[in-house]
């Protein structure tokens, strides 16, 4: 599965926008960009996931760009519970029940 | 049940003594896998289970850590011989194959091992 850059931390204001970038630039055309999150002293969480069109869902929408390198994350409302450290994966479409390798992640913290 | 439940929530044993842990995944799910997570770091990977396969234990990082999965529902992680390195949130997670790309994994939230 190809390797994700993430910012370490980012800061978004309540009520704002959050954009969380992830860098995939080794992706090949059978990987999918997944993305979860964990809130502090729980399990990581699906957010959503996509392969090369945009996508969205209850929680966040992703942004994948036209040459699959890159990819974001867009909570559209931050709330104060939003603050988490998110997780840019990259998964080979037909691994449907192999390991999910996390990386560091993003520290997203939204502040009042 | 609705989710996956993992026992007990927090643990504390001595040195040099043995742990199990035990996760209860989400029923009908045939994949489980076991995390590790340590304070202020990322989530490493340990063992999966797919149904009948060979679980996959390339994560496991030494030879007093097994995991068993019985009748393809409950696994235990067992730590022989604990040691204070061992100490850790260990995460176990679920999902159904033919599910994994609408719902992703569901994880549990954890047990806490300290071991002192």
């Known amino acids: 599965d190809a390797k994700t850059t993430q910012p370490p931390s980012m800061d978004c204001a309540e009520g704002r926008a959050a954009n969380l970038p992830c860098n995939h630039s080794?992706?090949?055309?059978?990987?999918?960009v997944y993305w979860y999150r964990q809130i502090h002293s729980q399990g990581p969480q699906y957010i959503i996931h996509g392969l090369k069109n945009n996508e969205t869902n209850e929680m966040a929408s992703l942004i994948i760009t036209e040459d699959r390198k890159s990819s974001t994350l867009i909570l559209p409302h931050a709330t104060l519970r939003d603050t988490a450290v998110y997780y840019c994966?990259?998964?080979?479409?037909?691994?449907?029940?192999?390991?999910?390798?996390f990386g560091q992640g993003t520290e997203l913290s939204v502040k009042p | 049940g609705a989710g996956v439940s993992q026992s007990p929530s927090n643990k504390v044993t001595e040195k040099g003594k043995d742990v199990e842990l035990r996760c209860d995944p989400i029923?009908?799910?045939?994949?489980l896998y076991w995390y590790r997570q340590s304070l202020g770091q990322g989530l490493e990977f340990l063992i999966y289970?797919?149904?009948?396969?060979?679980?996959?234990k390339s994560g496991l990082p030494s030879d007093r850590f097994s995991a068993e999965r019985t009748g393809g529902s409950v696994s235990t992680l067992t730590i022989q011989r604990t040691q204070q390195e061992d100490s850790a949130v260990y995460l176990c997670?679920?999902?159904?194959?033919?599910?994994?790309?609408?719902?992703?994994?569901?994880f549990g939230s954890g047990t806490r091992l300290t071991v002192v």
């Open positions: 080794t992706i090949s055309g059978n990987e999918y």
């Open positions: 289970f797919q149904g009948n396969s060979a679980p996959d």
């Open positions: 997670a679920s999902s159904s194959l033919t599910n994994t790309h609408i719902y992703g994994y569901t």
């Open positions: 994966i990259v998964r080979f479409i037909y691994n449907q029940g192999g390991k999910l390798i």
């Open positions: 029923s009908g799910h045939t994949a």
